[in-house]
């Protein structure tokens, strides 16, 4: 896969840095190829998520977009399934500690705590575990899980002791599961293919013989 330096982001946002979006706005980060697969090859969740996303809720495409898609599972890996275990622990003692959190104070208001962000931390601890152990990322997420998901936020929300208590659980058994080796992921993504079908993808783009 070609490395280099840090290759600048596309930024477009419609509020300016630091302030909230609300309905309608945008929010845009835009990477170039290379680094988006190094974010994907690592693991990162935003990175992997749309390479499974149902072709239904996919509005737009290419062929070099499709062939990417068609090459999921070699981003698959125990590295990765590690990557979402350290993003949702971040999320955790954020939530706890309060600092960093996004800027949703009607909710801690409501509810004691910022429901949706550990909405998002719980998510992250079930995908993860569907990784490690079936070594795939359904989306949606399988209704059980996706309900449990939908309890923490907006409605229905539980304490957060209980909250937090379902995340320790879920990750421990992926922590458990990538200790023991009971789980179908390889240990590190599949990069030879990766990288060959970047070279091919760039060479394609640019028009390169």
Do not use: C
Not at 98 to 121: F, I, M, Q
Not at 126 to 132: R, S
Not at 175 to 185: E, F, H, K, N, V
Request: no cysteine; charged share 25%; proline share 8%.
């Amino acid at each position: 896969m070609p490395t280099g330096g840090t290759e600048p982001a596309t930024v477009a946002r419609s509020q300016p840095e630091g302030a909230r979006s609300g309905p309608g706005d945008t929010d845009l980060v835009a990477y170039t190829l290379r680094k988006y697969l190094r974010l994907a090859v690592k693991g990162n969740p935003t990175a992997l998520l749309p390479l499974f996303a149902p072709s239904r809720d996919v509005l737009t495409t290419t062929p070099l977009g499709d062939e990417l898609r068609g090459l999921a599972p070699a981003f698959l890996s125990r590295q990765a399934a590690q990557r979402f275990l350290g993003f949702m622990r971040g999320q955790r003692e954020r939530l706890v500690t309060g600092r960093d959190t996004p800027n949703r104070p009607e909710l801690v208001a409501r509810h004691g705590y910022d429901s949706k962000y550990a909405s998002h931390a719980l998510r992250l601890a079930y995908q993860g575990l569907e990784i490690t152990r079936d070594g795939t990322l359904t989306l949606p997420m399988p209704d059980a899980e996706r309900q449990r998901v939908l309890e923490v936020s907006p409605a229905g929300v539980p304490e957060l002791a209980s909250v937090l208590a379902e995340i320790d659980a879920v990750a421990g058994e992926v922590a458990d599961r990538l200790a023991t080796g009971r789980t179908p992921l390889p240990e590190h993504a599949d990069v030879a293919a990766i990288g060959a079908w970047s070279i091919s993808a760039h060479r394609r783009h640019w028009g390169w013989s």
